[in-house]
């Protein structure tokens, strides 16, 4: 059935009504959220950076919290290849594993303060690490057997970490404004992306078969051909800060905007559509639900868009 009226931009029609994209769904310790991913369980899974806890929703909304074992703030968060989650530990310098039952088994970095923030699995199916405090990557077994690498440059800030279709894992240099890929046997190659403090943050493989990142001081997206390593980037038309990307199941780009309370859709050309909610948005991930799913920090709360 048609809607009688037309849909604004944050609304669909449903059954001849017209419904919000966003739908919230508050953490029951006030927790905030951090960063998200679809889980092998077919829910979503989060890290909260003040409570020691991490969690799981539902696709329906049911929300349940875990404590963090070693205390302290969770980081990045992903799905492993053994059925589990896997998580950074922030501030107590370990990764960890979580069942779908929320057993916890942690693996603590060679390096004291190291900072673990983001992390991915490798076409080697292995756990990769960036270590934000120690200007290091780690290649994490699923035994927990840890192999860290240090960056060509001097603190460098690594962020976002992503496996690229090359096989090579490519990762985000905030304060060297460089997106890095290390190889299979090791070696770091950094390509600096401006000569201005713009911080590289988040990075994806993109569904063009290129790696796609945000910079959350510069305003913009950007993209890294893997056919020649070339970078372009795009604006992003409103006053925003980029955070958390991820590609939805229209295969598209999306991002976060931590300070504009927008969703960006980047097509193919680069052209970018803002969709406002509710408040900043920080994690995004595509669910096994069709719809994007994001973190709320400064509300506590994990949200649901439905795609257009």
């Known amino acids: 059935m048609a809607c009688t009226i037309q849909c604004a931009a944050n609304a669909y029609c449903d059954a001849g009504i017209c ?33 020691s806890n991490f969690g799981r929703i539902t696709t ?31 501030t107590a310098s370990n990764v960890a594993s979580v069942t779908p039952g929320g057993m916890v088994h942690e693996y603590p970095l060679p390096t004291a303060g190291a900072g673990p923030l983001r992390i991915c699995v490798g076409s080697d199916g292995a756990l990769w690490v960036t270590e934000d405090y120690a200007n290091k990557i780690a290649r994490v077994t699923l035994a927990g057997e840890v192999t860290e690498m240090v960056t060509p440059t001097a603190e460098t800030s690594p962020e976002g970490i992503a496996n690229g279709p090359d096989g090579n894992i490519w990762f985000a240099e905030a304060n060297t404004n460089a997106i890095a890929f290390a190889s299979s046997g090791g070696t770091i190659t950094e390509l600096v992306v401006t000569s201005d403090y713009w911080f590289p943050e988040e990075i994806v493989s993109g569904p063009d078969g ?28 409103w006053q925003g800060t980029p955070s958390g990307i991820a590609v939805g199941q229209d295969r598209n780009v999306w991002f976060a905007d931590q300070d504009g309370a927008s969703l960006g859709r980047v097509d193919s050309t680069g052209k970018i559509t803002q969709y406002l909610v509710p408040s900043a948005a920080v994690g995004i991930a595509a669910g096994s639900d069709g719809n994007l799913w994001f973190t709320e920090p400064s509300a506590g709360k994990i949200a649901r868009f439905v795609l257009p």
Not at 25 to 35: E, K, Q, R, T
């Open 19 to 51: 419904r919000s994209r966003v739908t919230e769904f508050s953490i029951p310790s006030g927790g905030d959220s951090y960063a998200i991913t679809a889980g092998p369980d077919g829910s979503l899974w989060f890290t909260e950076k003040s409570v």
């Open 60 to 90: 329906s909304g049911t929300i349940t919290e875990f404590p963090i074992p070693a205390g302290g703030s969770g980081g990045g968060i992903t799905a492993g290849p053994d059925g589990n989650v896997w998580f950074t530990e922030l």
């Open 210 to 237: 290129n790696m796609w990142f945000t910079e959350y001081l510069g305003g913009r997206v950007g993209k890294v051909s893997l056919a020649n390593h070339a970078i372009s980037t795009f604006t992003v038309p």
